[in-house]
T-cell receptor, first 114, second 112 residues
């Protein structure tokens, strides 16, 4: 399985500021995904990021709030913009496995907004 | 549309006892099904997957799951619980070209 790293692992931010989360994969992958896991909740897909094209956002998530970059086949960033306490969550990136069905996840970024 | 229902948000078992975590799915096409585990302060780790081959799927750490189409179920079992199995477990479904859909998760506690 792919080895996925995320930076930062955790952060505490002030409301109104923005945070950019990085996701690095040790192999080239076509599709990368960004999820949000609110406290005590399951995972919700934010968007799918393909290299060379605009990210596809799920219902309830917009590009102005969660801009995503995908400059190459091993890297992606998610920015959480104009943060509020409601954005406090774990943000996880994932990539497709070799069969293009399963996904492998990074360790997550634990964000607290004060 | 596809969906996943995990019965029981919290399951508690004694060390050495059988672990049974329930998952029912809804899908209009043959599904691919997954179980993931999340240890505290970590990301998700793939335990096992069903991709239309054998209906009984063996995964890591002694876990297995059985796909039952007639019951639309994919329950996760382990014959003997270890303290290290305490974690959050998520069932997920993927059909066609749709993204993974996760259940709400079941927190497993193991009592010494």
């Amino acid at each position: 399985s792919a080895v996925i790293s995320q930076k930062p692992s955790r952060d505490i931010c002030q409301r109104g500021t923005s945070l950019t989360i990085q996701c690095q994969v040790d192999s080239q992958v076509t599709m990368m995904f960004w999820y949000r896991q609110q406290p005590g909740q399951s995972l919700t897909l934010i968007a799918t990021a393909n290299q060379g094209s605009e990210a596809t956002y799920e219902s309830g998530f917009v590009i102005d709030k969660f801009p995503i970059s995908r400059p190459n086949l091993t890297f992606s960033t998610l920015t959480v913009s104009n943060m509020s306490p409601e954005d406090s969550s774990i943000y996880l990136c994932s990539v497709e496995g070799p069969t293009h069905r399963e996904q492998f996840f990074g360790p997550g970024t634990r964000l607290t907004v004060l | 549309a596809q969906s996943v229902t995990q019965l029981g948000s919290h399951v508690s078992v004694s060390e050495g006892a059988l672990v049974l975590l329930r998952c029912n799915y809804s899908s209009s096409v043959p599904p691919y099904l997954f179980w993931y585990v999340q240890y505290p302060n970590q990301g998700l780790q793939l335990l096992l997957k069903y991709t239309s081959a054998a209906t009984l799927v063996k995964g890591i750490n002694g876990f297995e799951a059985e796909f039952k189409k007639s019951e639309t179920s994919f329950h996760l079992t382990k014959p003997s619980a270890h303290m290290s199995d305490a974690a959050e477990y998520f069932c997920a479904v993927n059909s066609g070209n749709t993204p993974l859909v996760f259940g709400k998760g079941t927190r497993l506690s193991v009592i010494a």
